[in-house]
T-cell receptor, first 114, second 115 residues
Framework: GENVEQHPSTLSVQEGDSAVIKCTYS??????FPWYKQELGKRPQLIID?????GEKKDQRIAVTLNKTAKHFSLHITETQPEDSAVYFC?????????????FGKGTTLSVSS | GAGVSQSPSNKVTEKGKDVELRCDPI?????LYWYRQSLGQGLEFLIY????????KSGLPSDRFSAERTGGSVSTLTIQRTQQEDSAVYLC?????????????FGPGTRLLVL
């Protein structure tokens, strides 16, 4: 089955710096890669996703890149702000299969200090 | 509209007791997922429902865990003879049709503590 590895487990940056979180996956059939953000004590929420037919996607300060050959994808946050502090989870799934679940990485705790 | 809800929000139980956790998905969502989040760990997939059927039970950690869904809506996750290692936050999510590329909407979770 699919296995998703996520690094680093913790990341501390100064406000205004960039943050990068990297994930690798094992199953080459995976073709959908979402990122979820979980603030302390709250539920995970989708922040951005990418499908395998594109290499990069941006949404304001957030971008995700995908390298299918190397089977890795990354989340990039620019101009970080204290409210970006949270746990970020990457995930992978084979979206062409009905009833497929997301396989999540173990999460990255991002701390942005002002 | 209303999001995914879960009850209870917190549950403290004694080792060996059975517990039931409830999930109310977003109305009209066909797919429902259960995950477990242990301290410092990621989101561990437990089980998935498409309607009332569970085509993927591969994540259930032992035969003490079971789940059902009725009326294509509410789901109950039951843990029998609870153990201390069952202590975790149990999260439920739903999505409209169950294809893997849909956004999953998470509930607030049930925090289970087994003493």
């Amino acid at each position: 089955g699919e296995n998703v590895e996520q690094h680093p487990s913790t990341l501390s940056v100064q406000e205004g710096d960039s943050a990068v979180i990297k994930c690798t996956y094992s199953d080459s059939a995976s073709n959908y890669f979402p990122w979820y953000k979980q603030e302390l004590g709250k539920r995970p929420q989708l922040i951005i996703d990418i499908r395998s037919n594109v290499g990069e996607k941006k949404d304001q300060r957030i971008a995700v890149t995908l390298n299918k050959t190397a089977k890795h994808f990354s989340l990039h946050i620019t101009e970080t702000q204290p409210e970006d502090s949270a746990v970020y989870f990457c995930a992978a799934s084979m979206s062409d299969q009905a009833g497929t679940a997301l396989i999540f990485g173990k999460g990255t705790t991002l701390s942005v200090s002002s | 509209g209303a999001g995914v809800s879960q009850s209870p929000s917190n549950k403290v139980t004694e080792k060996g007791k059975d517990v039931e956790l409830r999930c109310d998905p977003i109305s009209g969502h066909t797919a429902l997922y259960w995950y477990r989040q242990s301290l410092g760990q990621g989101l561990e997939f437990l089980i998935y429902f498409q309607g009332n059927s569970a085509p993927d039970k591969s994540g259930l950690p032992s035969d003490r865990f079971s789940a059902e869904r009725t009326g294509g809506s509410v789901s109950t996750l039951t843990i029998q003879r609870t153990q201390q290692e069952d202590s975790a936050v149990y999260l439920c999510a739903s999505s409209p049709a169950g294809t893997g590329k849909e956004t999953q909407y998470f509930g607030p979770g049930t925090r289970l503590l087994v003493l």
